[in-house]
């Protein structure tokens, strides 16, 4: 029993050693609301390293530095507006996944739009056109062929219920 | 033959729009920093880490900064270009070592040459921050009022120096 004790008390160290460092590594309150921010504040910027991640995304050297950057400004104090102008100041509005609307971004913003409209507008005029195309060439009933049609017609809907015609 | 012209002329349009977007560059943003004052700050000199250095010491006199590591691969490129470009004397180079240990950069000046006047050292980046650097190396022109008048990203080629900056240099320093 006397020799298992010096293993008890290392086991009982080991054990309140791990709990202490786990305490350590925990985040502050504060913390928490800064880098809520920081991650919301970045993932609407571009990393401009590798294009086509957001700085929260990447794992860039440079968007690291930009990312302390903004956990810096945020615990000065400053708005998300100013930290977002910080960024575009530096980088342009490149850095922006939504670039604000300008005379350059009109395409940008409305250009999809337009093209889906200008082919909803082709194709009602060409389906227009071409229905009237259609009956133009289609030869009239004669007054024969026209009384089989209504007798069919008028038939369908006793004879032939729950069948297509 | 009409019906076949309308797609005919959309499909040029198109063809001539992807191939201007493929032959752009999408590594160059255009910087916003482009006739605006460069920013300023105070850092130690890479050699004299005792002594800083201001960009408002160089008001007067149009400058090249440019921006360089140990650590980056085309900066390897464009440094033979820049050596030959101090010796004519044109203009005097600046250069902002970005994250870089001291060590290993004055090491690699002294096995590649030394084309600045001086060197500063931005070991956090902030400085590289504030000129809006993201793809070292960069190299900004800047004319005697301290305004930024021209950046080249990624490296100065032979081309770039004579179509553009030393044309620059010229007509800022007359």
Redesign the interface.
Known sequence: MRRLLPFALLALLVLFAGAASAREAAPTAEDVVVEKRMVAISEELRC??C?NESLAASQA??AK??RR?IREQIQDGRSDQEIMDFM???????VRYRPPLTGATLMLWFGPFALLLTGVVVLVVYLRRRSRRVAATLPALSAEEQRKVDALLGGTRDTTEGRKP | MNRFLLPLGIFIVLVAFLAVGLNLN??E?????IGKPAPAFELPQLHKPELSFAPKNMLGKVWLLNVWASWCVSCRQEHPILVDFAKTGSAPIYGLNY?DPRADALRWLKQYGDPYALSIADA???V????????VPETYVIDKAGVIRFKQIGPVTQDVLEAKILPLVKELNK
Not at chain 2, 29 to 33: F, G
Not at chain 2, 128 to 135: P, W
Request: net charge negative.
């Open positions: 401009l390293v294009q050297d440079l530095d930009l950057e575009v100041g530096r980088y342009g509005d490149f | 999408p590594r943003v255009p910087s916003p920093l994250k956090e980046g902030r590289g921050i504030d000129y809006g650097v993201y793809g």
